[in-house]
């Protein structure tokens, strides 16, 4: 990959502020572009050449090492340069988590010129990642990704992005397993490989089950996702990539709200205020809609319950930052039990409560 030059004030856009960061400079190593020692006609046509180029945003998240057992290598240069070797930063994030700052960013540093520099990435998880370099001091190049995202290891096609499916869709999901019991099946009915992504789950049975004859049953099964190991998320109290059926929870503010499912899916909360309800609705086709509680006062959330169309409903409270977590379960008819985590809320599941 290959950095363009151009951008003068490094505010990552190459527009008329660099226009003018070159004038100003002329004469003078103030604006140089490209290593010459000297701000000239060449910085000139290297800003009009480039004019209206921007360059890709910045991850979301915090720089952690890998510790996963790949490596690989990518050719970088640097566009309009006859200078010395300049400090570049590589980072990658894998594929559709760019913007999720609960994903660490990879980051790699290296001494890059004019010509190629081939840049080691140790270390790796497997995965598919989207890869973007940047000088380690803003100005002259912009921060740019790579035009295909980097398989790891690298070898035959390219898995698909794995976006997981809402509880209420994951049916639709091409998977492959193996019969239940009595078709055939047995213990390995468990394992389940998302047959677009590759990830694999493991599924089994659930660990309690109680019947309830008017209301909602209780049902606690746990569940491990490659998809979760690699963004090292865990239920409250379970190792890396496993979490349970319980673990639902909200995240945000008064301007909206996120659902996060067990298995890693998330669905965007949206407010409106309909009369003196405020309303919370989510993406087309979800059989569900929010009603909650808002506590102006505190910029938050008192309460939220989702009603689905079936009669039953999850309610989340406040837990504490912009977490809400799951509080209650209602089934078909009012009848509900409730979720306690230990004091102060965060989340560990503790106890379940039928109302009697």
Same mark, same amino acid.
């Given at each position: 990959?290959t950095?363009?030059?151009g @951008?003068?004030n490094g505010?990552? $856009?190459v527009d008329?502020? @660099?226009?003018l960061?070159?004038?100003a400079?002329?004469?003078?190593?103030?604006a140089d572009?490209d290593g010459?020692g000297?701000?000239? @006609?060449s910085e000139?046509?290297? $800003?009009?050449?480039?004019?209206?180029?921007?360059?890709?945003?910045?991850?979301a998240?915090?720089?952690e090492t890998p510790?996963g057992?790949?490596s690989?290598?990518?050719s970088v240069?640097l566009?309009s340069?006859?200078g010395g070797?300049?400090?570049?930063? $590589?980072q990658?994030?894998?594929?559709?988590?760019?913007d999720?700052? @609960?994903?660490p960013?990879?980051?790699f540093?290296?001494?890059?010129g004019?010509?190629?520099e081939n840049v080691p990435l140790?270390?790796?998880?497997?995965?598919?990642?989207t890869?973007?370099?940047?000088p380690?001091?803003?100005?002259?190049?912009?921060?740019?990704e790579?035009?295909?995202p980097?398989?790891v290891?690298g070898?035959?096609?390219?898995?698909?992005v794995h976006?997981?499916?809402?509880?209420w869709?994951?049916e639709?999901i091409?998977t492959?397993?193996v019969p239940?019991?009595?078709?055939?099946g047995?213990?390995s009915?468990?394992?389940l490989?998302?047959l677009a992504?590759?990830?694999y789950?493991?599924a089994p049975?659930?660990?309690l089950?109680?019947?309830?004859?008017v209301?909602?049953?209780?049902?606690?099964?746990r569940?491990?996702?490659t998809?979760l190991?690699?963004?090292g998320?865990?239920?409250?109290g379970?190792?890396?990539?496993?979490a349970h059926?319980?673990?639902?929870?909200?995240?945000?503010?008064l301007n909206?709200?996120?659902?996060?499912?067990p298995?890693?899916?998330?669905?965007q909360l949206?407010p409106?205020?309909v009369?003196?309800q405020?309303?919370?609705?989510?993406p087309a086709?979800?059989?569900?809609?929010g009603i909650g509680?808002?506590?102006?006062?505190?910029?938050?959330?008192?309460r939220?319950?989702?009603?689905?169309q079936d009669?039953?409903?999850?309610?989340? $409270?406040?837990?504490s930052?912009?977490?809400?977590?799951?509080s209650?379960?209602?089934?078909?008819g009012?009848a509900?039990h409730?979720?306690?985590?230990?004091?102060?809320?965060?989340?560990?599941?503790h106890e379940l409560?039928?109302d009697?």
């Open positions: 990959m950095l363009p030059n @951008d003068a505010d990552n $856009v008329d502020a @660099d226009l960061t070159v004038l400079g002329f004469g003078t190593p103030a572009l010459n000297i701000t000239d @006609d000139l046509l290297l $800003v009009l050449s480039n004019f209206g180029l921007e360059g890709v945003p910045a991850f998240g915090r720089v510790s057992a790949f690989a290598t990518l240069s566009s340069w006859g070797a300049q400090l570049v930063k $590589v990658l994030k894998p594929v559709g988590s760019e999720d700052p @609960d994903v960013i990879y980051e540093t290296a001494e890059v004019a010509t190629s140790r270390n790796l998880p497997a995965g598919v990642y890869v973007r370099a940047f380690a001091t803003a100005g002259r190049w912009l921060r740019t790579l035009s295909e980097l398989t290891p070898g035959g096609g390219t898995p698909a976006i997981p499916a809402p509880a869709a994951e639709v091409p492959d397993t239940a019991v009595g078709l055939g047995g213990p009915r468990a394992h490989v998302n992504s590759g990830v789950e493991h049975e659930p660990d089950v109680v019947s309830n004859p209301g909602p049953e209780v049902r606690f099964a569940f491990y996702s998809h190991a690699r963004q998320y865990a239920a409250s379970f190792p890396v990539g496993w059926s319980y673990d639902l929870r909200l995240e945000g503010d909206g709200l996120t659902l996060r499912y298995n890693g899916a998330a669905e949206t409106e205020q009369g003196g405020w309303l919370l609705k989510p086709g979800a059989p569900y809609l509680a808002r506590n102006q006062a505190q910029g938050r959330w008192n939220v319950r989702l009603h689905f009669g039953s409903a999850w309610e989340f $409270v406040y837990a930052g912009t977490q809400y977590r799951l209650r379960v209602y089934g078909r009012g509900y409730d979720i306690n985590s230990a004091p102060p809320s965060t989340g560990l599941f409560r039928y009697g």
